[in-house]
């Protein structure tokens, strides 16, 4: 059967878009924190939404599983292939348009998140995704697990910021909802269904996001507190004093700070004394006579707390870059056990105090590094491995600790998937914390939309 449908493929496919050899196949099968190894007989890399389709025709008709990707940044393990092919979006990178006029852009899945940001520059406009990734995530990846980023408390997450959408369905029909209006309510949003599906509805080719104007004004600032609690009472008072320019608020622990400085040591240290918590600010404005800076320190002095706002574009870039490099500096530190979840703002503090207690309970020795953006309650928690364990060790712990901490989350009203979606990696959590009513509805649509069950197979569900 293979190699009918090889032979079939090689038809529909130009040669630089399939590759067979296990050597030029392993760069997109292998999962870049090395948790799972993919494997497939196949990688496509199709040119066309055209050719998407005319590929997920050819796999329905030979029974053939498929698994979407996109840059492989995934921290679940969702665009893994496990058998069948591998379609990787990376060659269709073409920005289609920018309309200054409705302020969107439409552009390709494969187009990376920092290339989107120039381009919409260039026209005097911001597109607003943005995360430390932002050089090799791409938008497809991105719409798959609706993702938040940096700049929620302004500009929303993905799903706040998609107009329209293609996609080509797992019967290899293309769906053409590239709309781009802001009012539409002609039938059901289908839109929304696909955004944060991982790829198991349907593959996204290309997508119409808003854009906004570019700031001409800005303000970043760092502030340290005692405990989580002041920190989050500190967010509401900047949030309700700079309602209209508050860009984003991220959560910073000191274990993060002390992490990042092992790795990068000559990244910026924020303060003359160490502190248990920082909160980092960042405000903007459209206007360019917008005073930002002298407001927010007189706010910020305001208070009793050790503050920092930077005087200058390189000031700001520098407490930014504490804040970017927190990801690959836990890598350095060894095996991580990440749980990227999501609180009512009311109970973020709460989680964040009882969840450390209780993994402290479990095992004292670990490193507790819970960041993460104060606009949207979603705390990155991640747990890295004590100095006296190895690797594997600590991972065989893998499920306790996410039973400690999902309980928490679950107990809080939380969730236990906010944008780094589900994959693999917690397919087994989805089940058991999720409503059954809810469970399987969602089963029905995927039932619905993929019957053979082709589309990204062993992720987000598990299906009997």
């Known amino acids: 059967m293979n190699e009918a449908f090889i032979a079939e493929l090689k038809e529909l496919v130009e040669p630089e878009g399939l590759l067979l050899g296990d050597e030029e196949k392993a760069p997109f099968l292998k999962e870049h924190r090395g948790l799972y190894a993919g494997v497939g007989i196949a990688v496509v890399r199709p040119a066309s939404t055209e050719e998407v389709a005319a590929v997920v025709k050819c796999c329905n008709k030979f029974n ?9 940044t995934g921290m679940c393990g969702g665009a893994v292939a496990d058998g069948g092919i591998l379609i990787n979006m990376g060659r269709m990178n073409k920005i289609r348009n920018i309309d200054t006029t409705n302020s969107t852009l439409t552009a390709e899945a494969g ?29 497809g990846g991105n719409l798959s697990t609706n ?72 303000a970043t600032a760092m502030l340290a507190t005692a405990d989580i609690y002041e920190l989050m009472d500190m967010f509401v008072a900047v949030r309700d004093r700079f309602a209209d320019y508050l860009v984003g608020f991220e959560i910073l622990p000191r274990v993060a700070i002390d992490i990042v400085h ?4 000559d990244l910026v240290e924020p303060f ?13 404005a459209t206007d360019p006579e917008v005073d930002l800076l002298t407001p ?34 836990q890598k350095a530190m060894g095996a991580s056990i990440k749980h990227d979840v999501s609180l009512s703002l009311n109970r973020l503090a709460d989680f964040m105090v009882e969840a450390t207690a209780k993994v402290k309970e479990y095992m ?12 949207d309650g979603n705390s990155h928690y991640n747990l890295t491995q004590p100095q006296d364990m190895t690797a594997d060790e600590f991972n065989a712990h893998h499920h306790a600790f996410n039973r400690i901490v999902h309980d928490i989350v679950n107990k809080m009203g939380g969730s236990i998937a906010a ?40 992720k987000v569900f598990i299906l009997d």
């Open 64 to 72: 053939i599983t498929i698994t979407p990707q996109s840059g492989n």
């Open 111 to 139: 187009c990376i998140m920092k290339d989107l940001q120039e381009a919409a520059a260039k026209e005097d406009l911001l597109y607003t995704l943005t995360c430390p990734a932002q050089e090799s995530c791409q938008l």
């Open 147 to 218: 993702l938040g980023g940096l700049n929620v408390v302004r500009y929303g997450n993905t799903r706040d910021l998609v107009l329209g959408l293609e996609v080509v369905l797992p019967s290899g029909e293309i769906w053409n909802g590239m709309r781009g209006l802001r009012k539409d309510n002609a039938g059901y949003d289908l839109k929304h269904l696909f955004i944060g599906a991982e790829g198991t509805l349907g593959i996204i080719t290309a997508a119409t996001i808003k854009l906004f104007p570019q700031p001409k004004a800005s």
């Open 262 to 265: 092992v790795a990068e040591p």
């Open 272 to 284: 003359p004394e160490q502190h248990p918590w920082y909160g980092l600010i960042e405000l903007n």
């Open 296 to 329: 927010l320190t007189n706010f910020l002095s305001g208070y009793d707390y050790p503050t920092r706002v930077a005087q200058d574009k390189q000031e700001a870039h520098d407490l930014w870059a504490i804040r970017h490099a927190i990801s690959e500096a």
């Open 364 to 375: 004292p020795e670990v490193i507790v590094c819970g960041f993460g953006h104060a606009g």
């Open 419 to 458: 944008e780094h979606g589900v994959g693999q990696l917690k397919s087994e959590e989805l089940k058991h914390y999720t409503d059954p009513v809810e469970y399987a509805m969602m089963l029905q649509i995927k039932k619905t939309f993929d019957p053979k069950n082709l589309f990204n197979p062993n």
